[in-house]
């Protein structure tokens, strides 16, 4: 369940002044203006460790990034005895199988951590990058180039990878992060932290290039909403309550991260195994991720509803189901009944609401009115609904004939990602490195004066 991110007694690490984390320390009571005071250190040394970032050259960050991904090799084991500990807390607290999921590294998903940092380090630095330039009669010549945002800053719920991810791609873009990853990943994330901070001093980098705030726990994350002017942007990602507390009480920038209420529409003449195995793929591969499909819309036209549904009820997965859809299974396929409020639903386990629909248009009619715009895929044949399905569906990725699961910045090219934006400002999909850039306009002339 997400944290609720109110003013409360926080815990801390012993010296309120601190600015980095410090694993294992002991902690104890601060007021709101303790936690406050020592949240804007931690901002004001990542500000000073962000302009050394924008200094440094490619050669230097891509020389941190494989040093960091050779140090969560090297202190797998601690990482994974951490884990353990979270792991074992969540469970023993009734903590969902999909949580769980997410919280659970595994020496795969560290070597995979690893990969996409080196990943990173073969990518293009955006920094410096001319977006547009122009030399204007008076000959003054004009660059507008991406330039580092400064200080990023992330509150996240239990999932560990993210500490990584964003971790690299700000190192990557030229910035410093700061970063709450909740309670229910305190250790994983207090391992993590320090393997990262070591690894980036061993590389010549500012170790305050990557702070916690999560020793002063909801408060901490309260102060660094508040902290205007300290921190340049925040991004939460997870779950609807935890996002929507960000947005609605932050003072600092947000760019907010949305809920994966996925849609697959399944148009009359989509093939059957295509079918079959986009909707196993999108629902059962990873169902704890926001990119897994959470509402099935099947044409009424469609003949592969019975392969479909037989094959996801194979593979363990509860429908709930509208009236028709209901009525057009076979006997021996199990279903629940829908309610409304299944429409509305991000399950992020192995559950997929399933409704019939008689045109594109009520498809769209009903993903605009459910969706909470990130992802939405047409299975079709049919050019001309594809087009139609790609221009009508006002969501951050739109897809055809694949599999949900692609919208993830790794997939998409990226190297990583930060999170994936469901609003329209600055960035909007898989928030990569350009998209913790922004950009500065440079004007060089030789004495011109304007008339």
């Known amino acids: 369940m997400t944290e609720a991110l109110i003013p409360q007694a926080a815990e801390t690490s012993d ?34 460790a962000a302009r050394r970032m924008a200094r440094a050259n ?42 769980l999921d997410r ?24 920094v410096g990058n001319v977006v547009r330039g122009q030399t204007l009669p008076n000959g003054l010549r004009l660059r507008q180039i991406n330039v580092p945002m400064g200080v990023v800053a992330a509150i996240y719920e239990a999932r560990p990878n993210v500490t990584v991810d964003i971790a690299g791609l700000g190192l990557k873009s030229g910035n ?19 393997v990262l901070r070591e690894a980036l001093e061993s590389a010549g980098l500012p170790a305050d290039a990557v702070q916690s705030v999560d020793q002063f726990g909801r408060e901490g994350a309260n102060a660094l909403m508040r ?14 309550e935890l996002i929507q507390s960000v947005v609605t009480n932050a003072k600092v920038p947000v760019i907010e991260t949305g809920e994966g209420n996925v849609h697959i529409f399944l148009d009359s003449s989509a093939n059957e195994d295509m079918a079959v195995d986009i909707l196993l793929n999108a629902k059962t591969q990873r169902p704890s991720v926001c990119n897994t499909v959470e509402t099935l819309l099947v044409h009424s036209d469609s003949t592969v509803l019975p392969a479909v549904a037989a094959a996801l009820r194979s593979a363990g997965v509860t429908l709930h189901v509208d009236d028709r859809i209901r009525a057009a299974l076979p006997a021996t396929v199990a279903s629940v009944p829908a309610t409304e409020e299944d429409w509305a639903t991000e399950y992020m386990d192995l559950d ?28 079709t044949n049919d050019l001309a609904n594809a087009e139609r399905f790609i221009a009508e569906v006002d969501s951050a990725a739109v897809i055809v004939n694949a599999s949900t699961r692609f919208t993830d910045g790794g997939e998409l090219g990226l190297g990583a990602e930060v999170g994936i934006s469901t609003q329209k400002l600055h960035a909007r999909g898989p928030m990569g490195l350009t998209e913790l850039t922004t950009t500065k306009w440079i004007v060089q002339g030789e004495g011109q004066i304007r008339g």
């Not at 700061?178 to 320090?194: D, E, K, P």
């Not at 205007?228 to 997870?238: E, N, Q, S």
């Open 176 to 194: 410093a992060v700061i970063l709450r990853g909740g309670s229910a990943a305190a250790a994983t994330n207090s391992a993590l932290v320090t």
């Open 352 to 379: 997929l609401a399933v409704a019939m629909v008689d045109s594109l248009d009520d498809a769209v009619k009903h993903i605009r009115t459910w969706s909470t715009g990130h992802t939405e895929a047409i299975l």
């Open 15 to 48: 010296d309120a002044t601190q600015a980095a984390f410090v694993p294992g320390q002991e902690t104890e009571r601060l007021s709101s203006a303790d936690v406050e005071a020592a949240v804007h250190a931690i901002a004001d040394r990542s500000r000073n």
């Open 58 to 99: 490619r050669a230097w960050k891509d020389r941190g990034l494989r040093a960091v991904a050779a140090a969560l090799l090297a202190h797998q084991s601690q990482i994974l005895a951490a884990n353990a500990q979270d792991v074992a807390a969540g469970r023993a607290s009734g903590t969902s199988a999909a949580l």
């Open 103 to 126: 919280l659970t590294l595994t020496s795969d998903r560290i070597r995979a951590l690893a990969a996409a940092l080196e990943n990173l380090a073969n990518l293009p630095d955006p």
């Open 227 to 240: 902290a205007r002017g300290r921190v340049d942007v925040l991004i939460p990602r997870g779950g609807r």
